[in-house]
């Protein structure tokens, strides 16, 4: 996979890729991540990127010159092709008015050739380049920040973990929260693990078993797998709906899970 960022702050990505799985899937041919300079876009002495709204309004929004060349030079498939999946490519702004950015749509971004990130600053972008130019707008929360920089990073990391060979033992991934594939305990019966199952994760322990009076689950230790996923399926169901009972919404339960939930609640 190739993933481009344009942004105004090329410098912000020294630190956050060059880390952990993403440098490692880098090394490792999986991703190429490329970040460029929107002021290298621009064509005036000051190498302007923003300007006044129009219609009045208080600060400044992304020209879509720089952004539009910026693109172009990269010779991406047209958009038409793009919307319709016969290019395995998507252009994105980073928004807060955008579509909130899940493990679903990280699962889905995971699948293309190529994605490139829009940086937004200020009070955003100019919208002809939501409208003419990009794919989709992604926001990774319900809040705002000064600019897409942290969310084009947090973006990049979730969809490269996920890329065949990013994770050392890829069936991890199957199991952390919000993933909604089937685990593996469902899929190929009973063992020591559990799928999310588009819920939370399960706790974890380690090494002591007792530290300083506070003790690992006896179940975790007692070598029963089937006794540990029940206990783990619950306990992510506990967590779930204690932390997150939003998720609960978009989960397939089966009886067994119908079965705990009445038992928790009651």
């Not at 699962?107 to 990009?134: K, P, Q, T």
Request: aromatic fraction near 6%.
């Amino acid at each position: 996979m190739k993933a481009d960022i344009v942004t105004i702050f090329p410098d912000f990505f020294r630190g956050p890729l060059d880390y952990g799985i993403t440098r490692r899937a880098a090394e490792m041919g999986l991703v190429e991540i490329k970040v460029h300079d929107l002021r290298e876009f621009t064509h005036d002495r000051h190498r302007t990127v923003d300007d006044r709204p129009f219609g009045g309004g208080e600060g400044m929004v992304l020209k879509p010159e720089p952004i539009f060349e910026c693109l172009e030079r990269m010779q991406l498939a047209p958009r038409e092709q793009r919307s319709s999946g016969a290019a395995k490519e998507s252009v994105i702004v980073l928004s807060a008015q955008g579509e909130r950015f899940t493990q679903r749509v990280a699962s889905g971004l995971a699948e293309l050739e190529r994605i490139v990130l829009i940086c937004g600053r200020y009070e955003g972008v100019d919208e002809r380049v939501s409208d003419f130019l990009a794919d989709r707008e992604l926001s990774i929360g319900d809040y705002v920040l000064s600019g897409g920089e942290l969310g084009a990073a947090i973006i990049v990391e979730a969809v490269t973990r996920l890329l065949p060979g990013a994770v050392g033992n890829e069936a991890s991934t199957r199991q952390e929260s919000f993933t909604s594939d089937v685990g593996a305990s469902e899929a190929e019966g009973p063992d020591a693990t559990c799928g999310s199952g588009g819920l939370l994760d399960y706790p974890h322990y380690t090494r002591p078993a007792d530290f300083r009076g506070m003790t690992v689950p006896e179940v975790l230790l007692n070598g029963n797998h089937q006794e540990i996923r029940r206990w783990r399926r619950e306990q992510a169901l506990k967590k779930t709906l204690k932390n997150r009972p939003d998720l609960m919404d978009g989960v397939e339960f089966s009886r067994e899970d119908r079965k705990i939930l009445e038992r928790i609640k009651s």
